[in-house]
């Protein structure tokens, strides 16, 4: 794999690549929860159930883009954002399939979705995680993001990391 890059772009959330990154990531997050608090990985039915009734749509333009990653060429990562209020963005579906991590990909992300936040008029954005998505909080502190009082009711958020964005810089 010497010599492969990433590259980073705007996707629609409904694409074949999205939603195969999409069916990844949820199935991933779903059954680390389960194993962690049932013993046992998620239900196939309420897997479908739920990577259906979460489809992305909220990460559409004009208040939203889903940012896939791809290493090699091939869909390997995704990063989403959506706008909360006229100062501030979400950040969601942070994401690299597990073959490919540790290869740069999950910065890259982050830094194309802090873009795409600018984008839509954000001046800070947010996130939540998991406690147990160890990976993800020492990313986000890797990052600059510190964690911060709670900015929704997610029944599975229990950390939530907040980071002002610098204005784009000029290019002369």
Same mark, same amino acid.
């Not at 980073?8 to 990154?21: F, K, T």
């Given at each position: ?8 772009? $705007? !996707?629609?959330?409904?694409? *074949?690549?999205?939603?195969?990154? =999409?069916?990844?990531y949820y199935t991933e997050v779903s059954d680390r929860w ?6 046992? /990985? ?19 333009? *004009?208040?939203g883009q889903l940012l896939v990653g791809r290493y090699g060429? &091939? ?32 910065p890259l992300l982050v830094a194309a979705a802090e873009e795409?936040? /600018? ?27 510190? !964690?911060?009082?709670?900015?929704? &009711? ?5 950390? =939530? ?5 610098? $204005? ?5």
């Open positions: 794999m010497a010599g492969m890059t990433w590259t980073i772009a $705007p !996707e629609p959330y409904d694409s *074949p690549a999205a939603v195969a990154l =999409w069916r990844a389960y194993l962690l608090h049932e013993g046992r /990985r998620t239900d196939p039915e309420e897997l479908e159930r739920e990577i259906a009734a979460h489809s992305g749509a909220d990460l559409a333009p *004009p208040r060429g &091939t869909p390997a990562g995704s990063a989403g954002v959506r706008s909360l209020d006229p100062g501030t963005a979400e950040l969601t579906r942070v994401f690299v399939l597990p073959e490919l991590r540790g290869r740069g990909g999950a795409a936040a /600018r984008a839509l008029g954000a001046r800070r954005i947010v996130l939540d995680t998991r406690g147990d998505l160890v990976e993800a909080r020492a990313l986000y502190a890797r990052l600059g993001y510190t !964690e911060t009082a709670p900015h929704n &009711t997610d029944r599975y958020a229990e950390h =939530w990391f907040r980071k002002e964005l610098l $204005p784009a810089r000029a290019v002369n």
